[in-house]
């Protein structure tokens, strides 16, 4: 692949635990590519994302954002770069809606002016009435709405690239299914390089580019959502994928 944007060479962690967290993970993703991490609780798939944004440092192997090595980054050039979604949402309960998504701009220095534009612009895109949304606090909200609130605040400083952990985990089905359709929409209009981790399989199919098979640290397949139905690479990723999910595909 040529100037990915992001690349992962044998990386591995160990926290101590009875296996590593991460066994020799290598993966390249291109810019505008959405490349979901999917396996089941334990994989890695947190631990290989937070190796992105430098918040997990590995024992071995290297990591590169747009050819740099994350070490090299500047910190503040390295945050406005990525986007991050955590499945918690970790909005601020104390701040209004308005000043949660305002937090990464705050930070960068921009104007209250461009930061007020910004926010009406982002609650907009992900479907909240900026009048009605605005001034709220966290508690307020629905638990889509506060996901949509999460994906707006990563949005914020126009990062090119997306981290996105479990970012519709905690959502109903109806919900979830919902916000899956605008996050479509949205990667294909605002071509992010995402790196998206879920351990639902029809997810994974729904929205990846290329899904990224983890199973005990290790990554075991790195293909397209049809190769990796039609050719999985072993008996583990076989059996994932199997169960009533060629629906999931040919249904979207
Ligand atoms: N900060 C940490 N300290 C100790 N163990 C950790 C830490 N973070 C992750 N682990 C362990 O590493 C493994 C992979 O975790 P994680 O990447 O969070 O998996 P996933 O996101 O796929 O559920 C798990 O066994 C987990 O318990
Ligand atoms: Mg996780």
Do not use: C
Not at 66 to 77: E, F, L, N, T, Y
Not at 78 to 99: A, F, K, W
């Amino acid at each position: 692949m040529a100037d990915p944007a992001v690349e992962l060479r044998e990386v591995s962690k160990a926290f101590g635990g009875d296996r590593p967290a991460l066994s020799k993970v290598s993966l390249q993703i291109g810019s505008g590519e959405t490349v979901v991490l999917l396996g089941s609780s334990g994989s890695g798939k947190t631990t290989t994302l937070k190796t992105i944004n430098r918040l997990v440092t590995p024992d071995s192997g290297e990591i590169l954002v747009r050819g740099k090595s994350v070490g090299s980054w500047d910190p503040i050039d390295l945050r406005r770069q990525t986007g991050y979604v955590i499945q918690e949402v970790g909005l601020l309960p104390h701040l209004s809606v308005e000043d949660n998504i305002g937090l990464v701009p705050r930070l960068l220095g921009w104007t209250e002016q461009k930061r007020r534009e910004r926010t009406l612009e982002l609650l907009e895109l992900v479907s909240l009435a900026p009048e009605a949304f605005a001034h709220k606090r966290p508690f307020e909200l629905s638990g889509g709405q506060r996901q949509r609130v999460g994906v707006a605040r990563a949005l914020a400083a126009d990062p090119p690239l997306l981290l996105m952990d479990e970012p519709f985990g905690a959502l109903d089905p109806i919900n979830r299914r919902k916000l899956q359709d605008e996050f479509r929409e949205l990667r294909d209009r605002l071509n992010k390089t995402i790196v998206f981790v879920t351990h639902d399989v029809p997810e994974a199919l729904r929205l990846a580019h290329r899904i990224g098979v983890m199973h005990e640290g290790k990554l075991l397949q790195l293909d397209s959502p049809r190769t990796v139905l039609e050719r999985p690479a072993d008996a583990f990723v076989r059996d994932l994928v199997r169960l009533d999910t060629k629906e999931a595909v040919l249904g979207s």
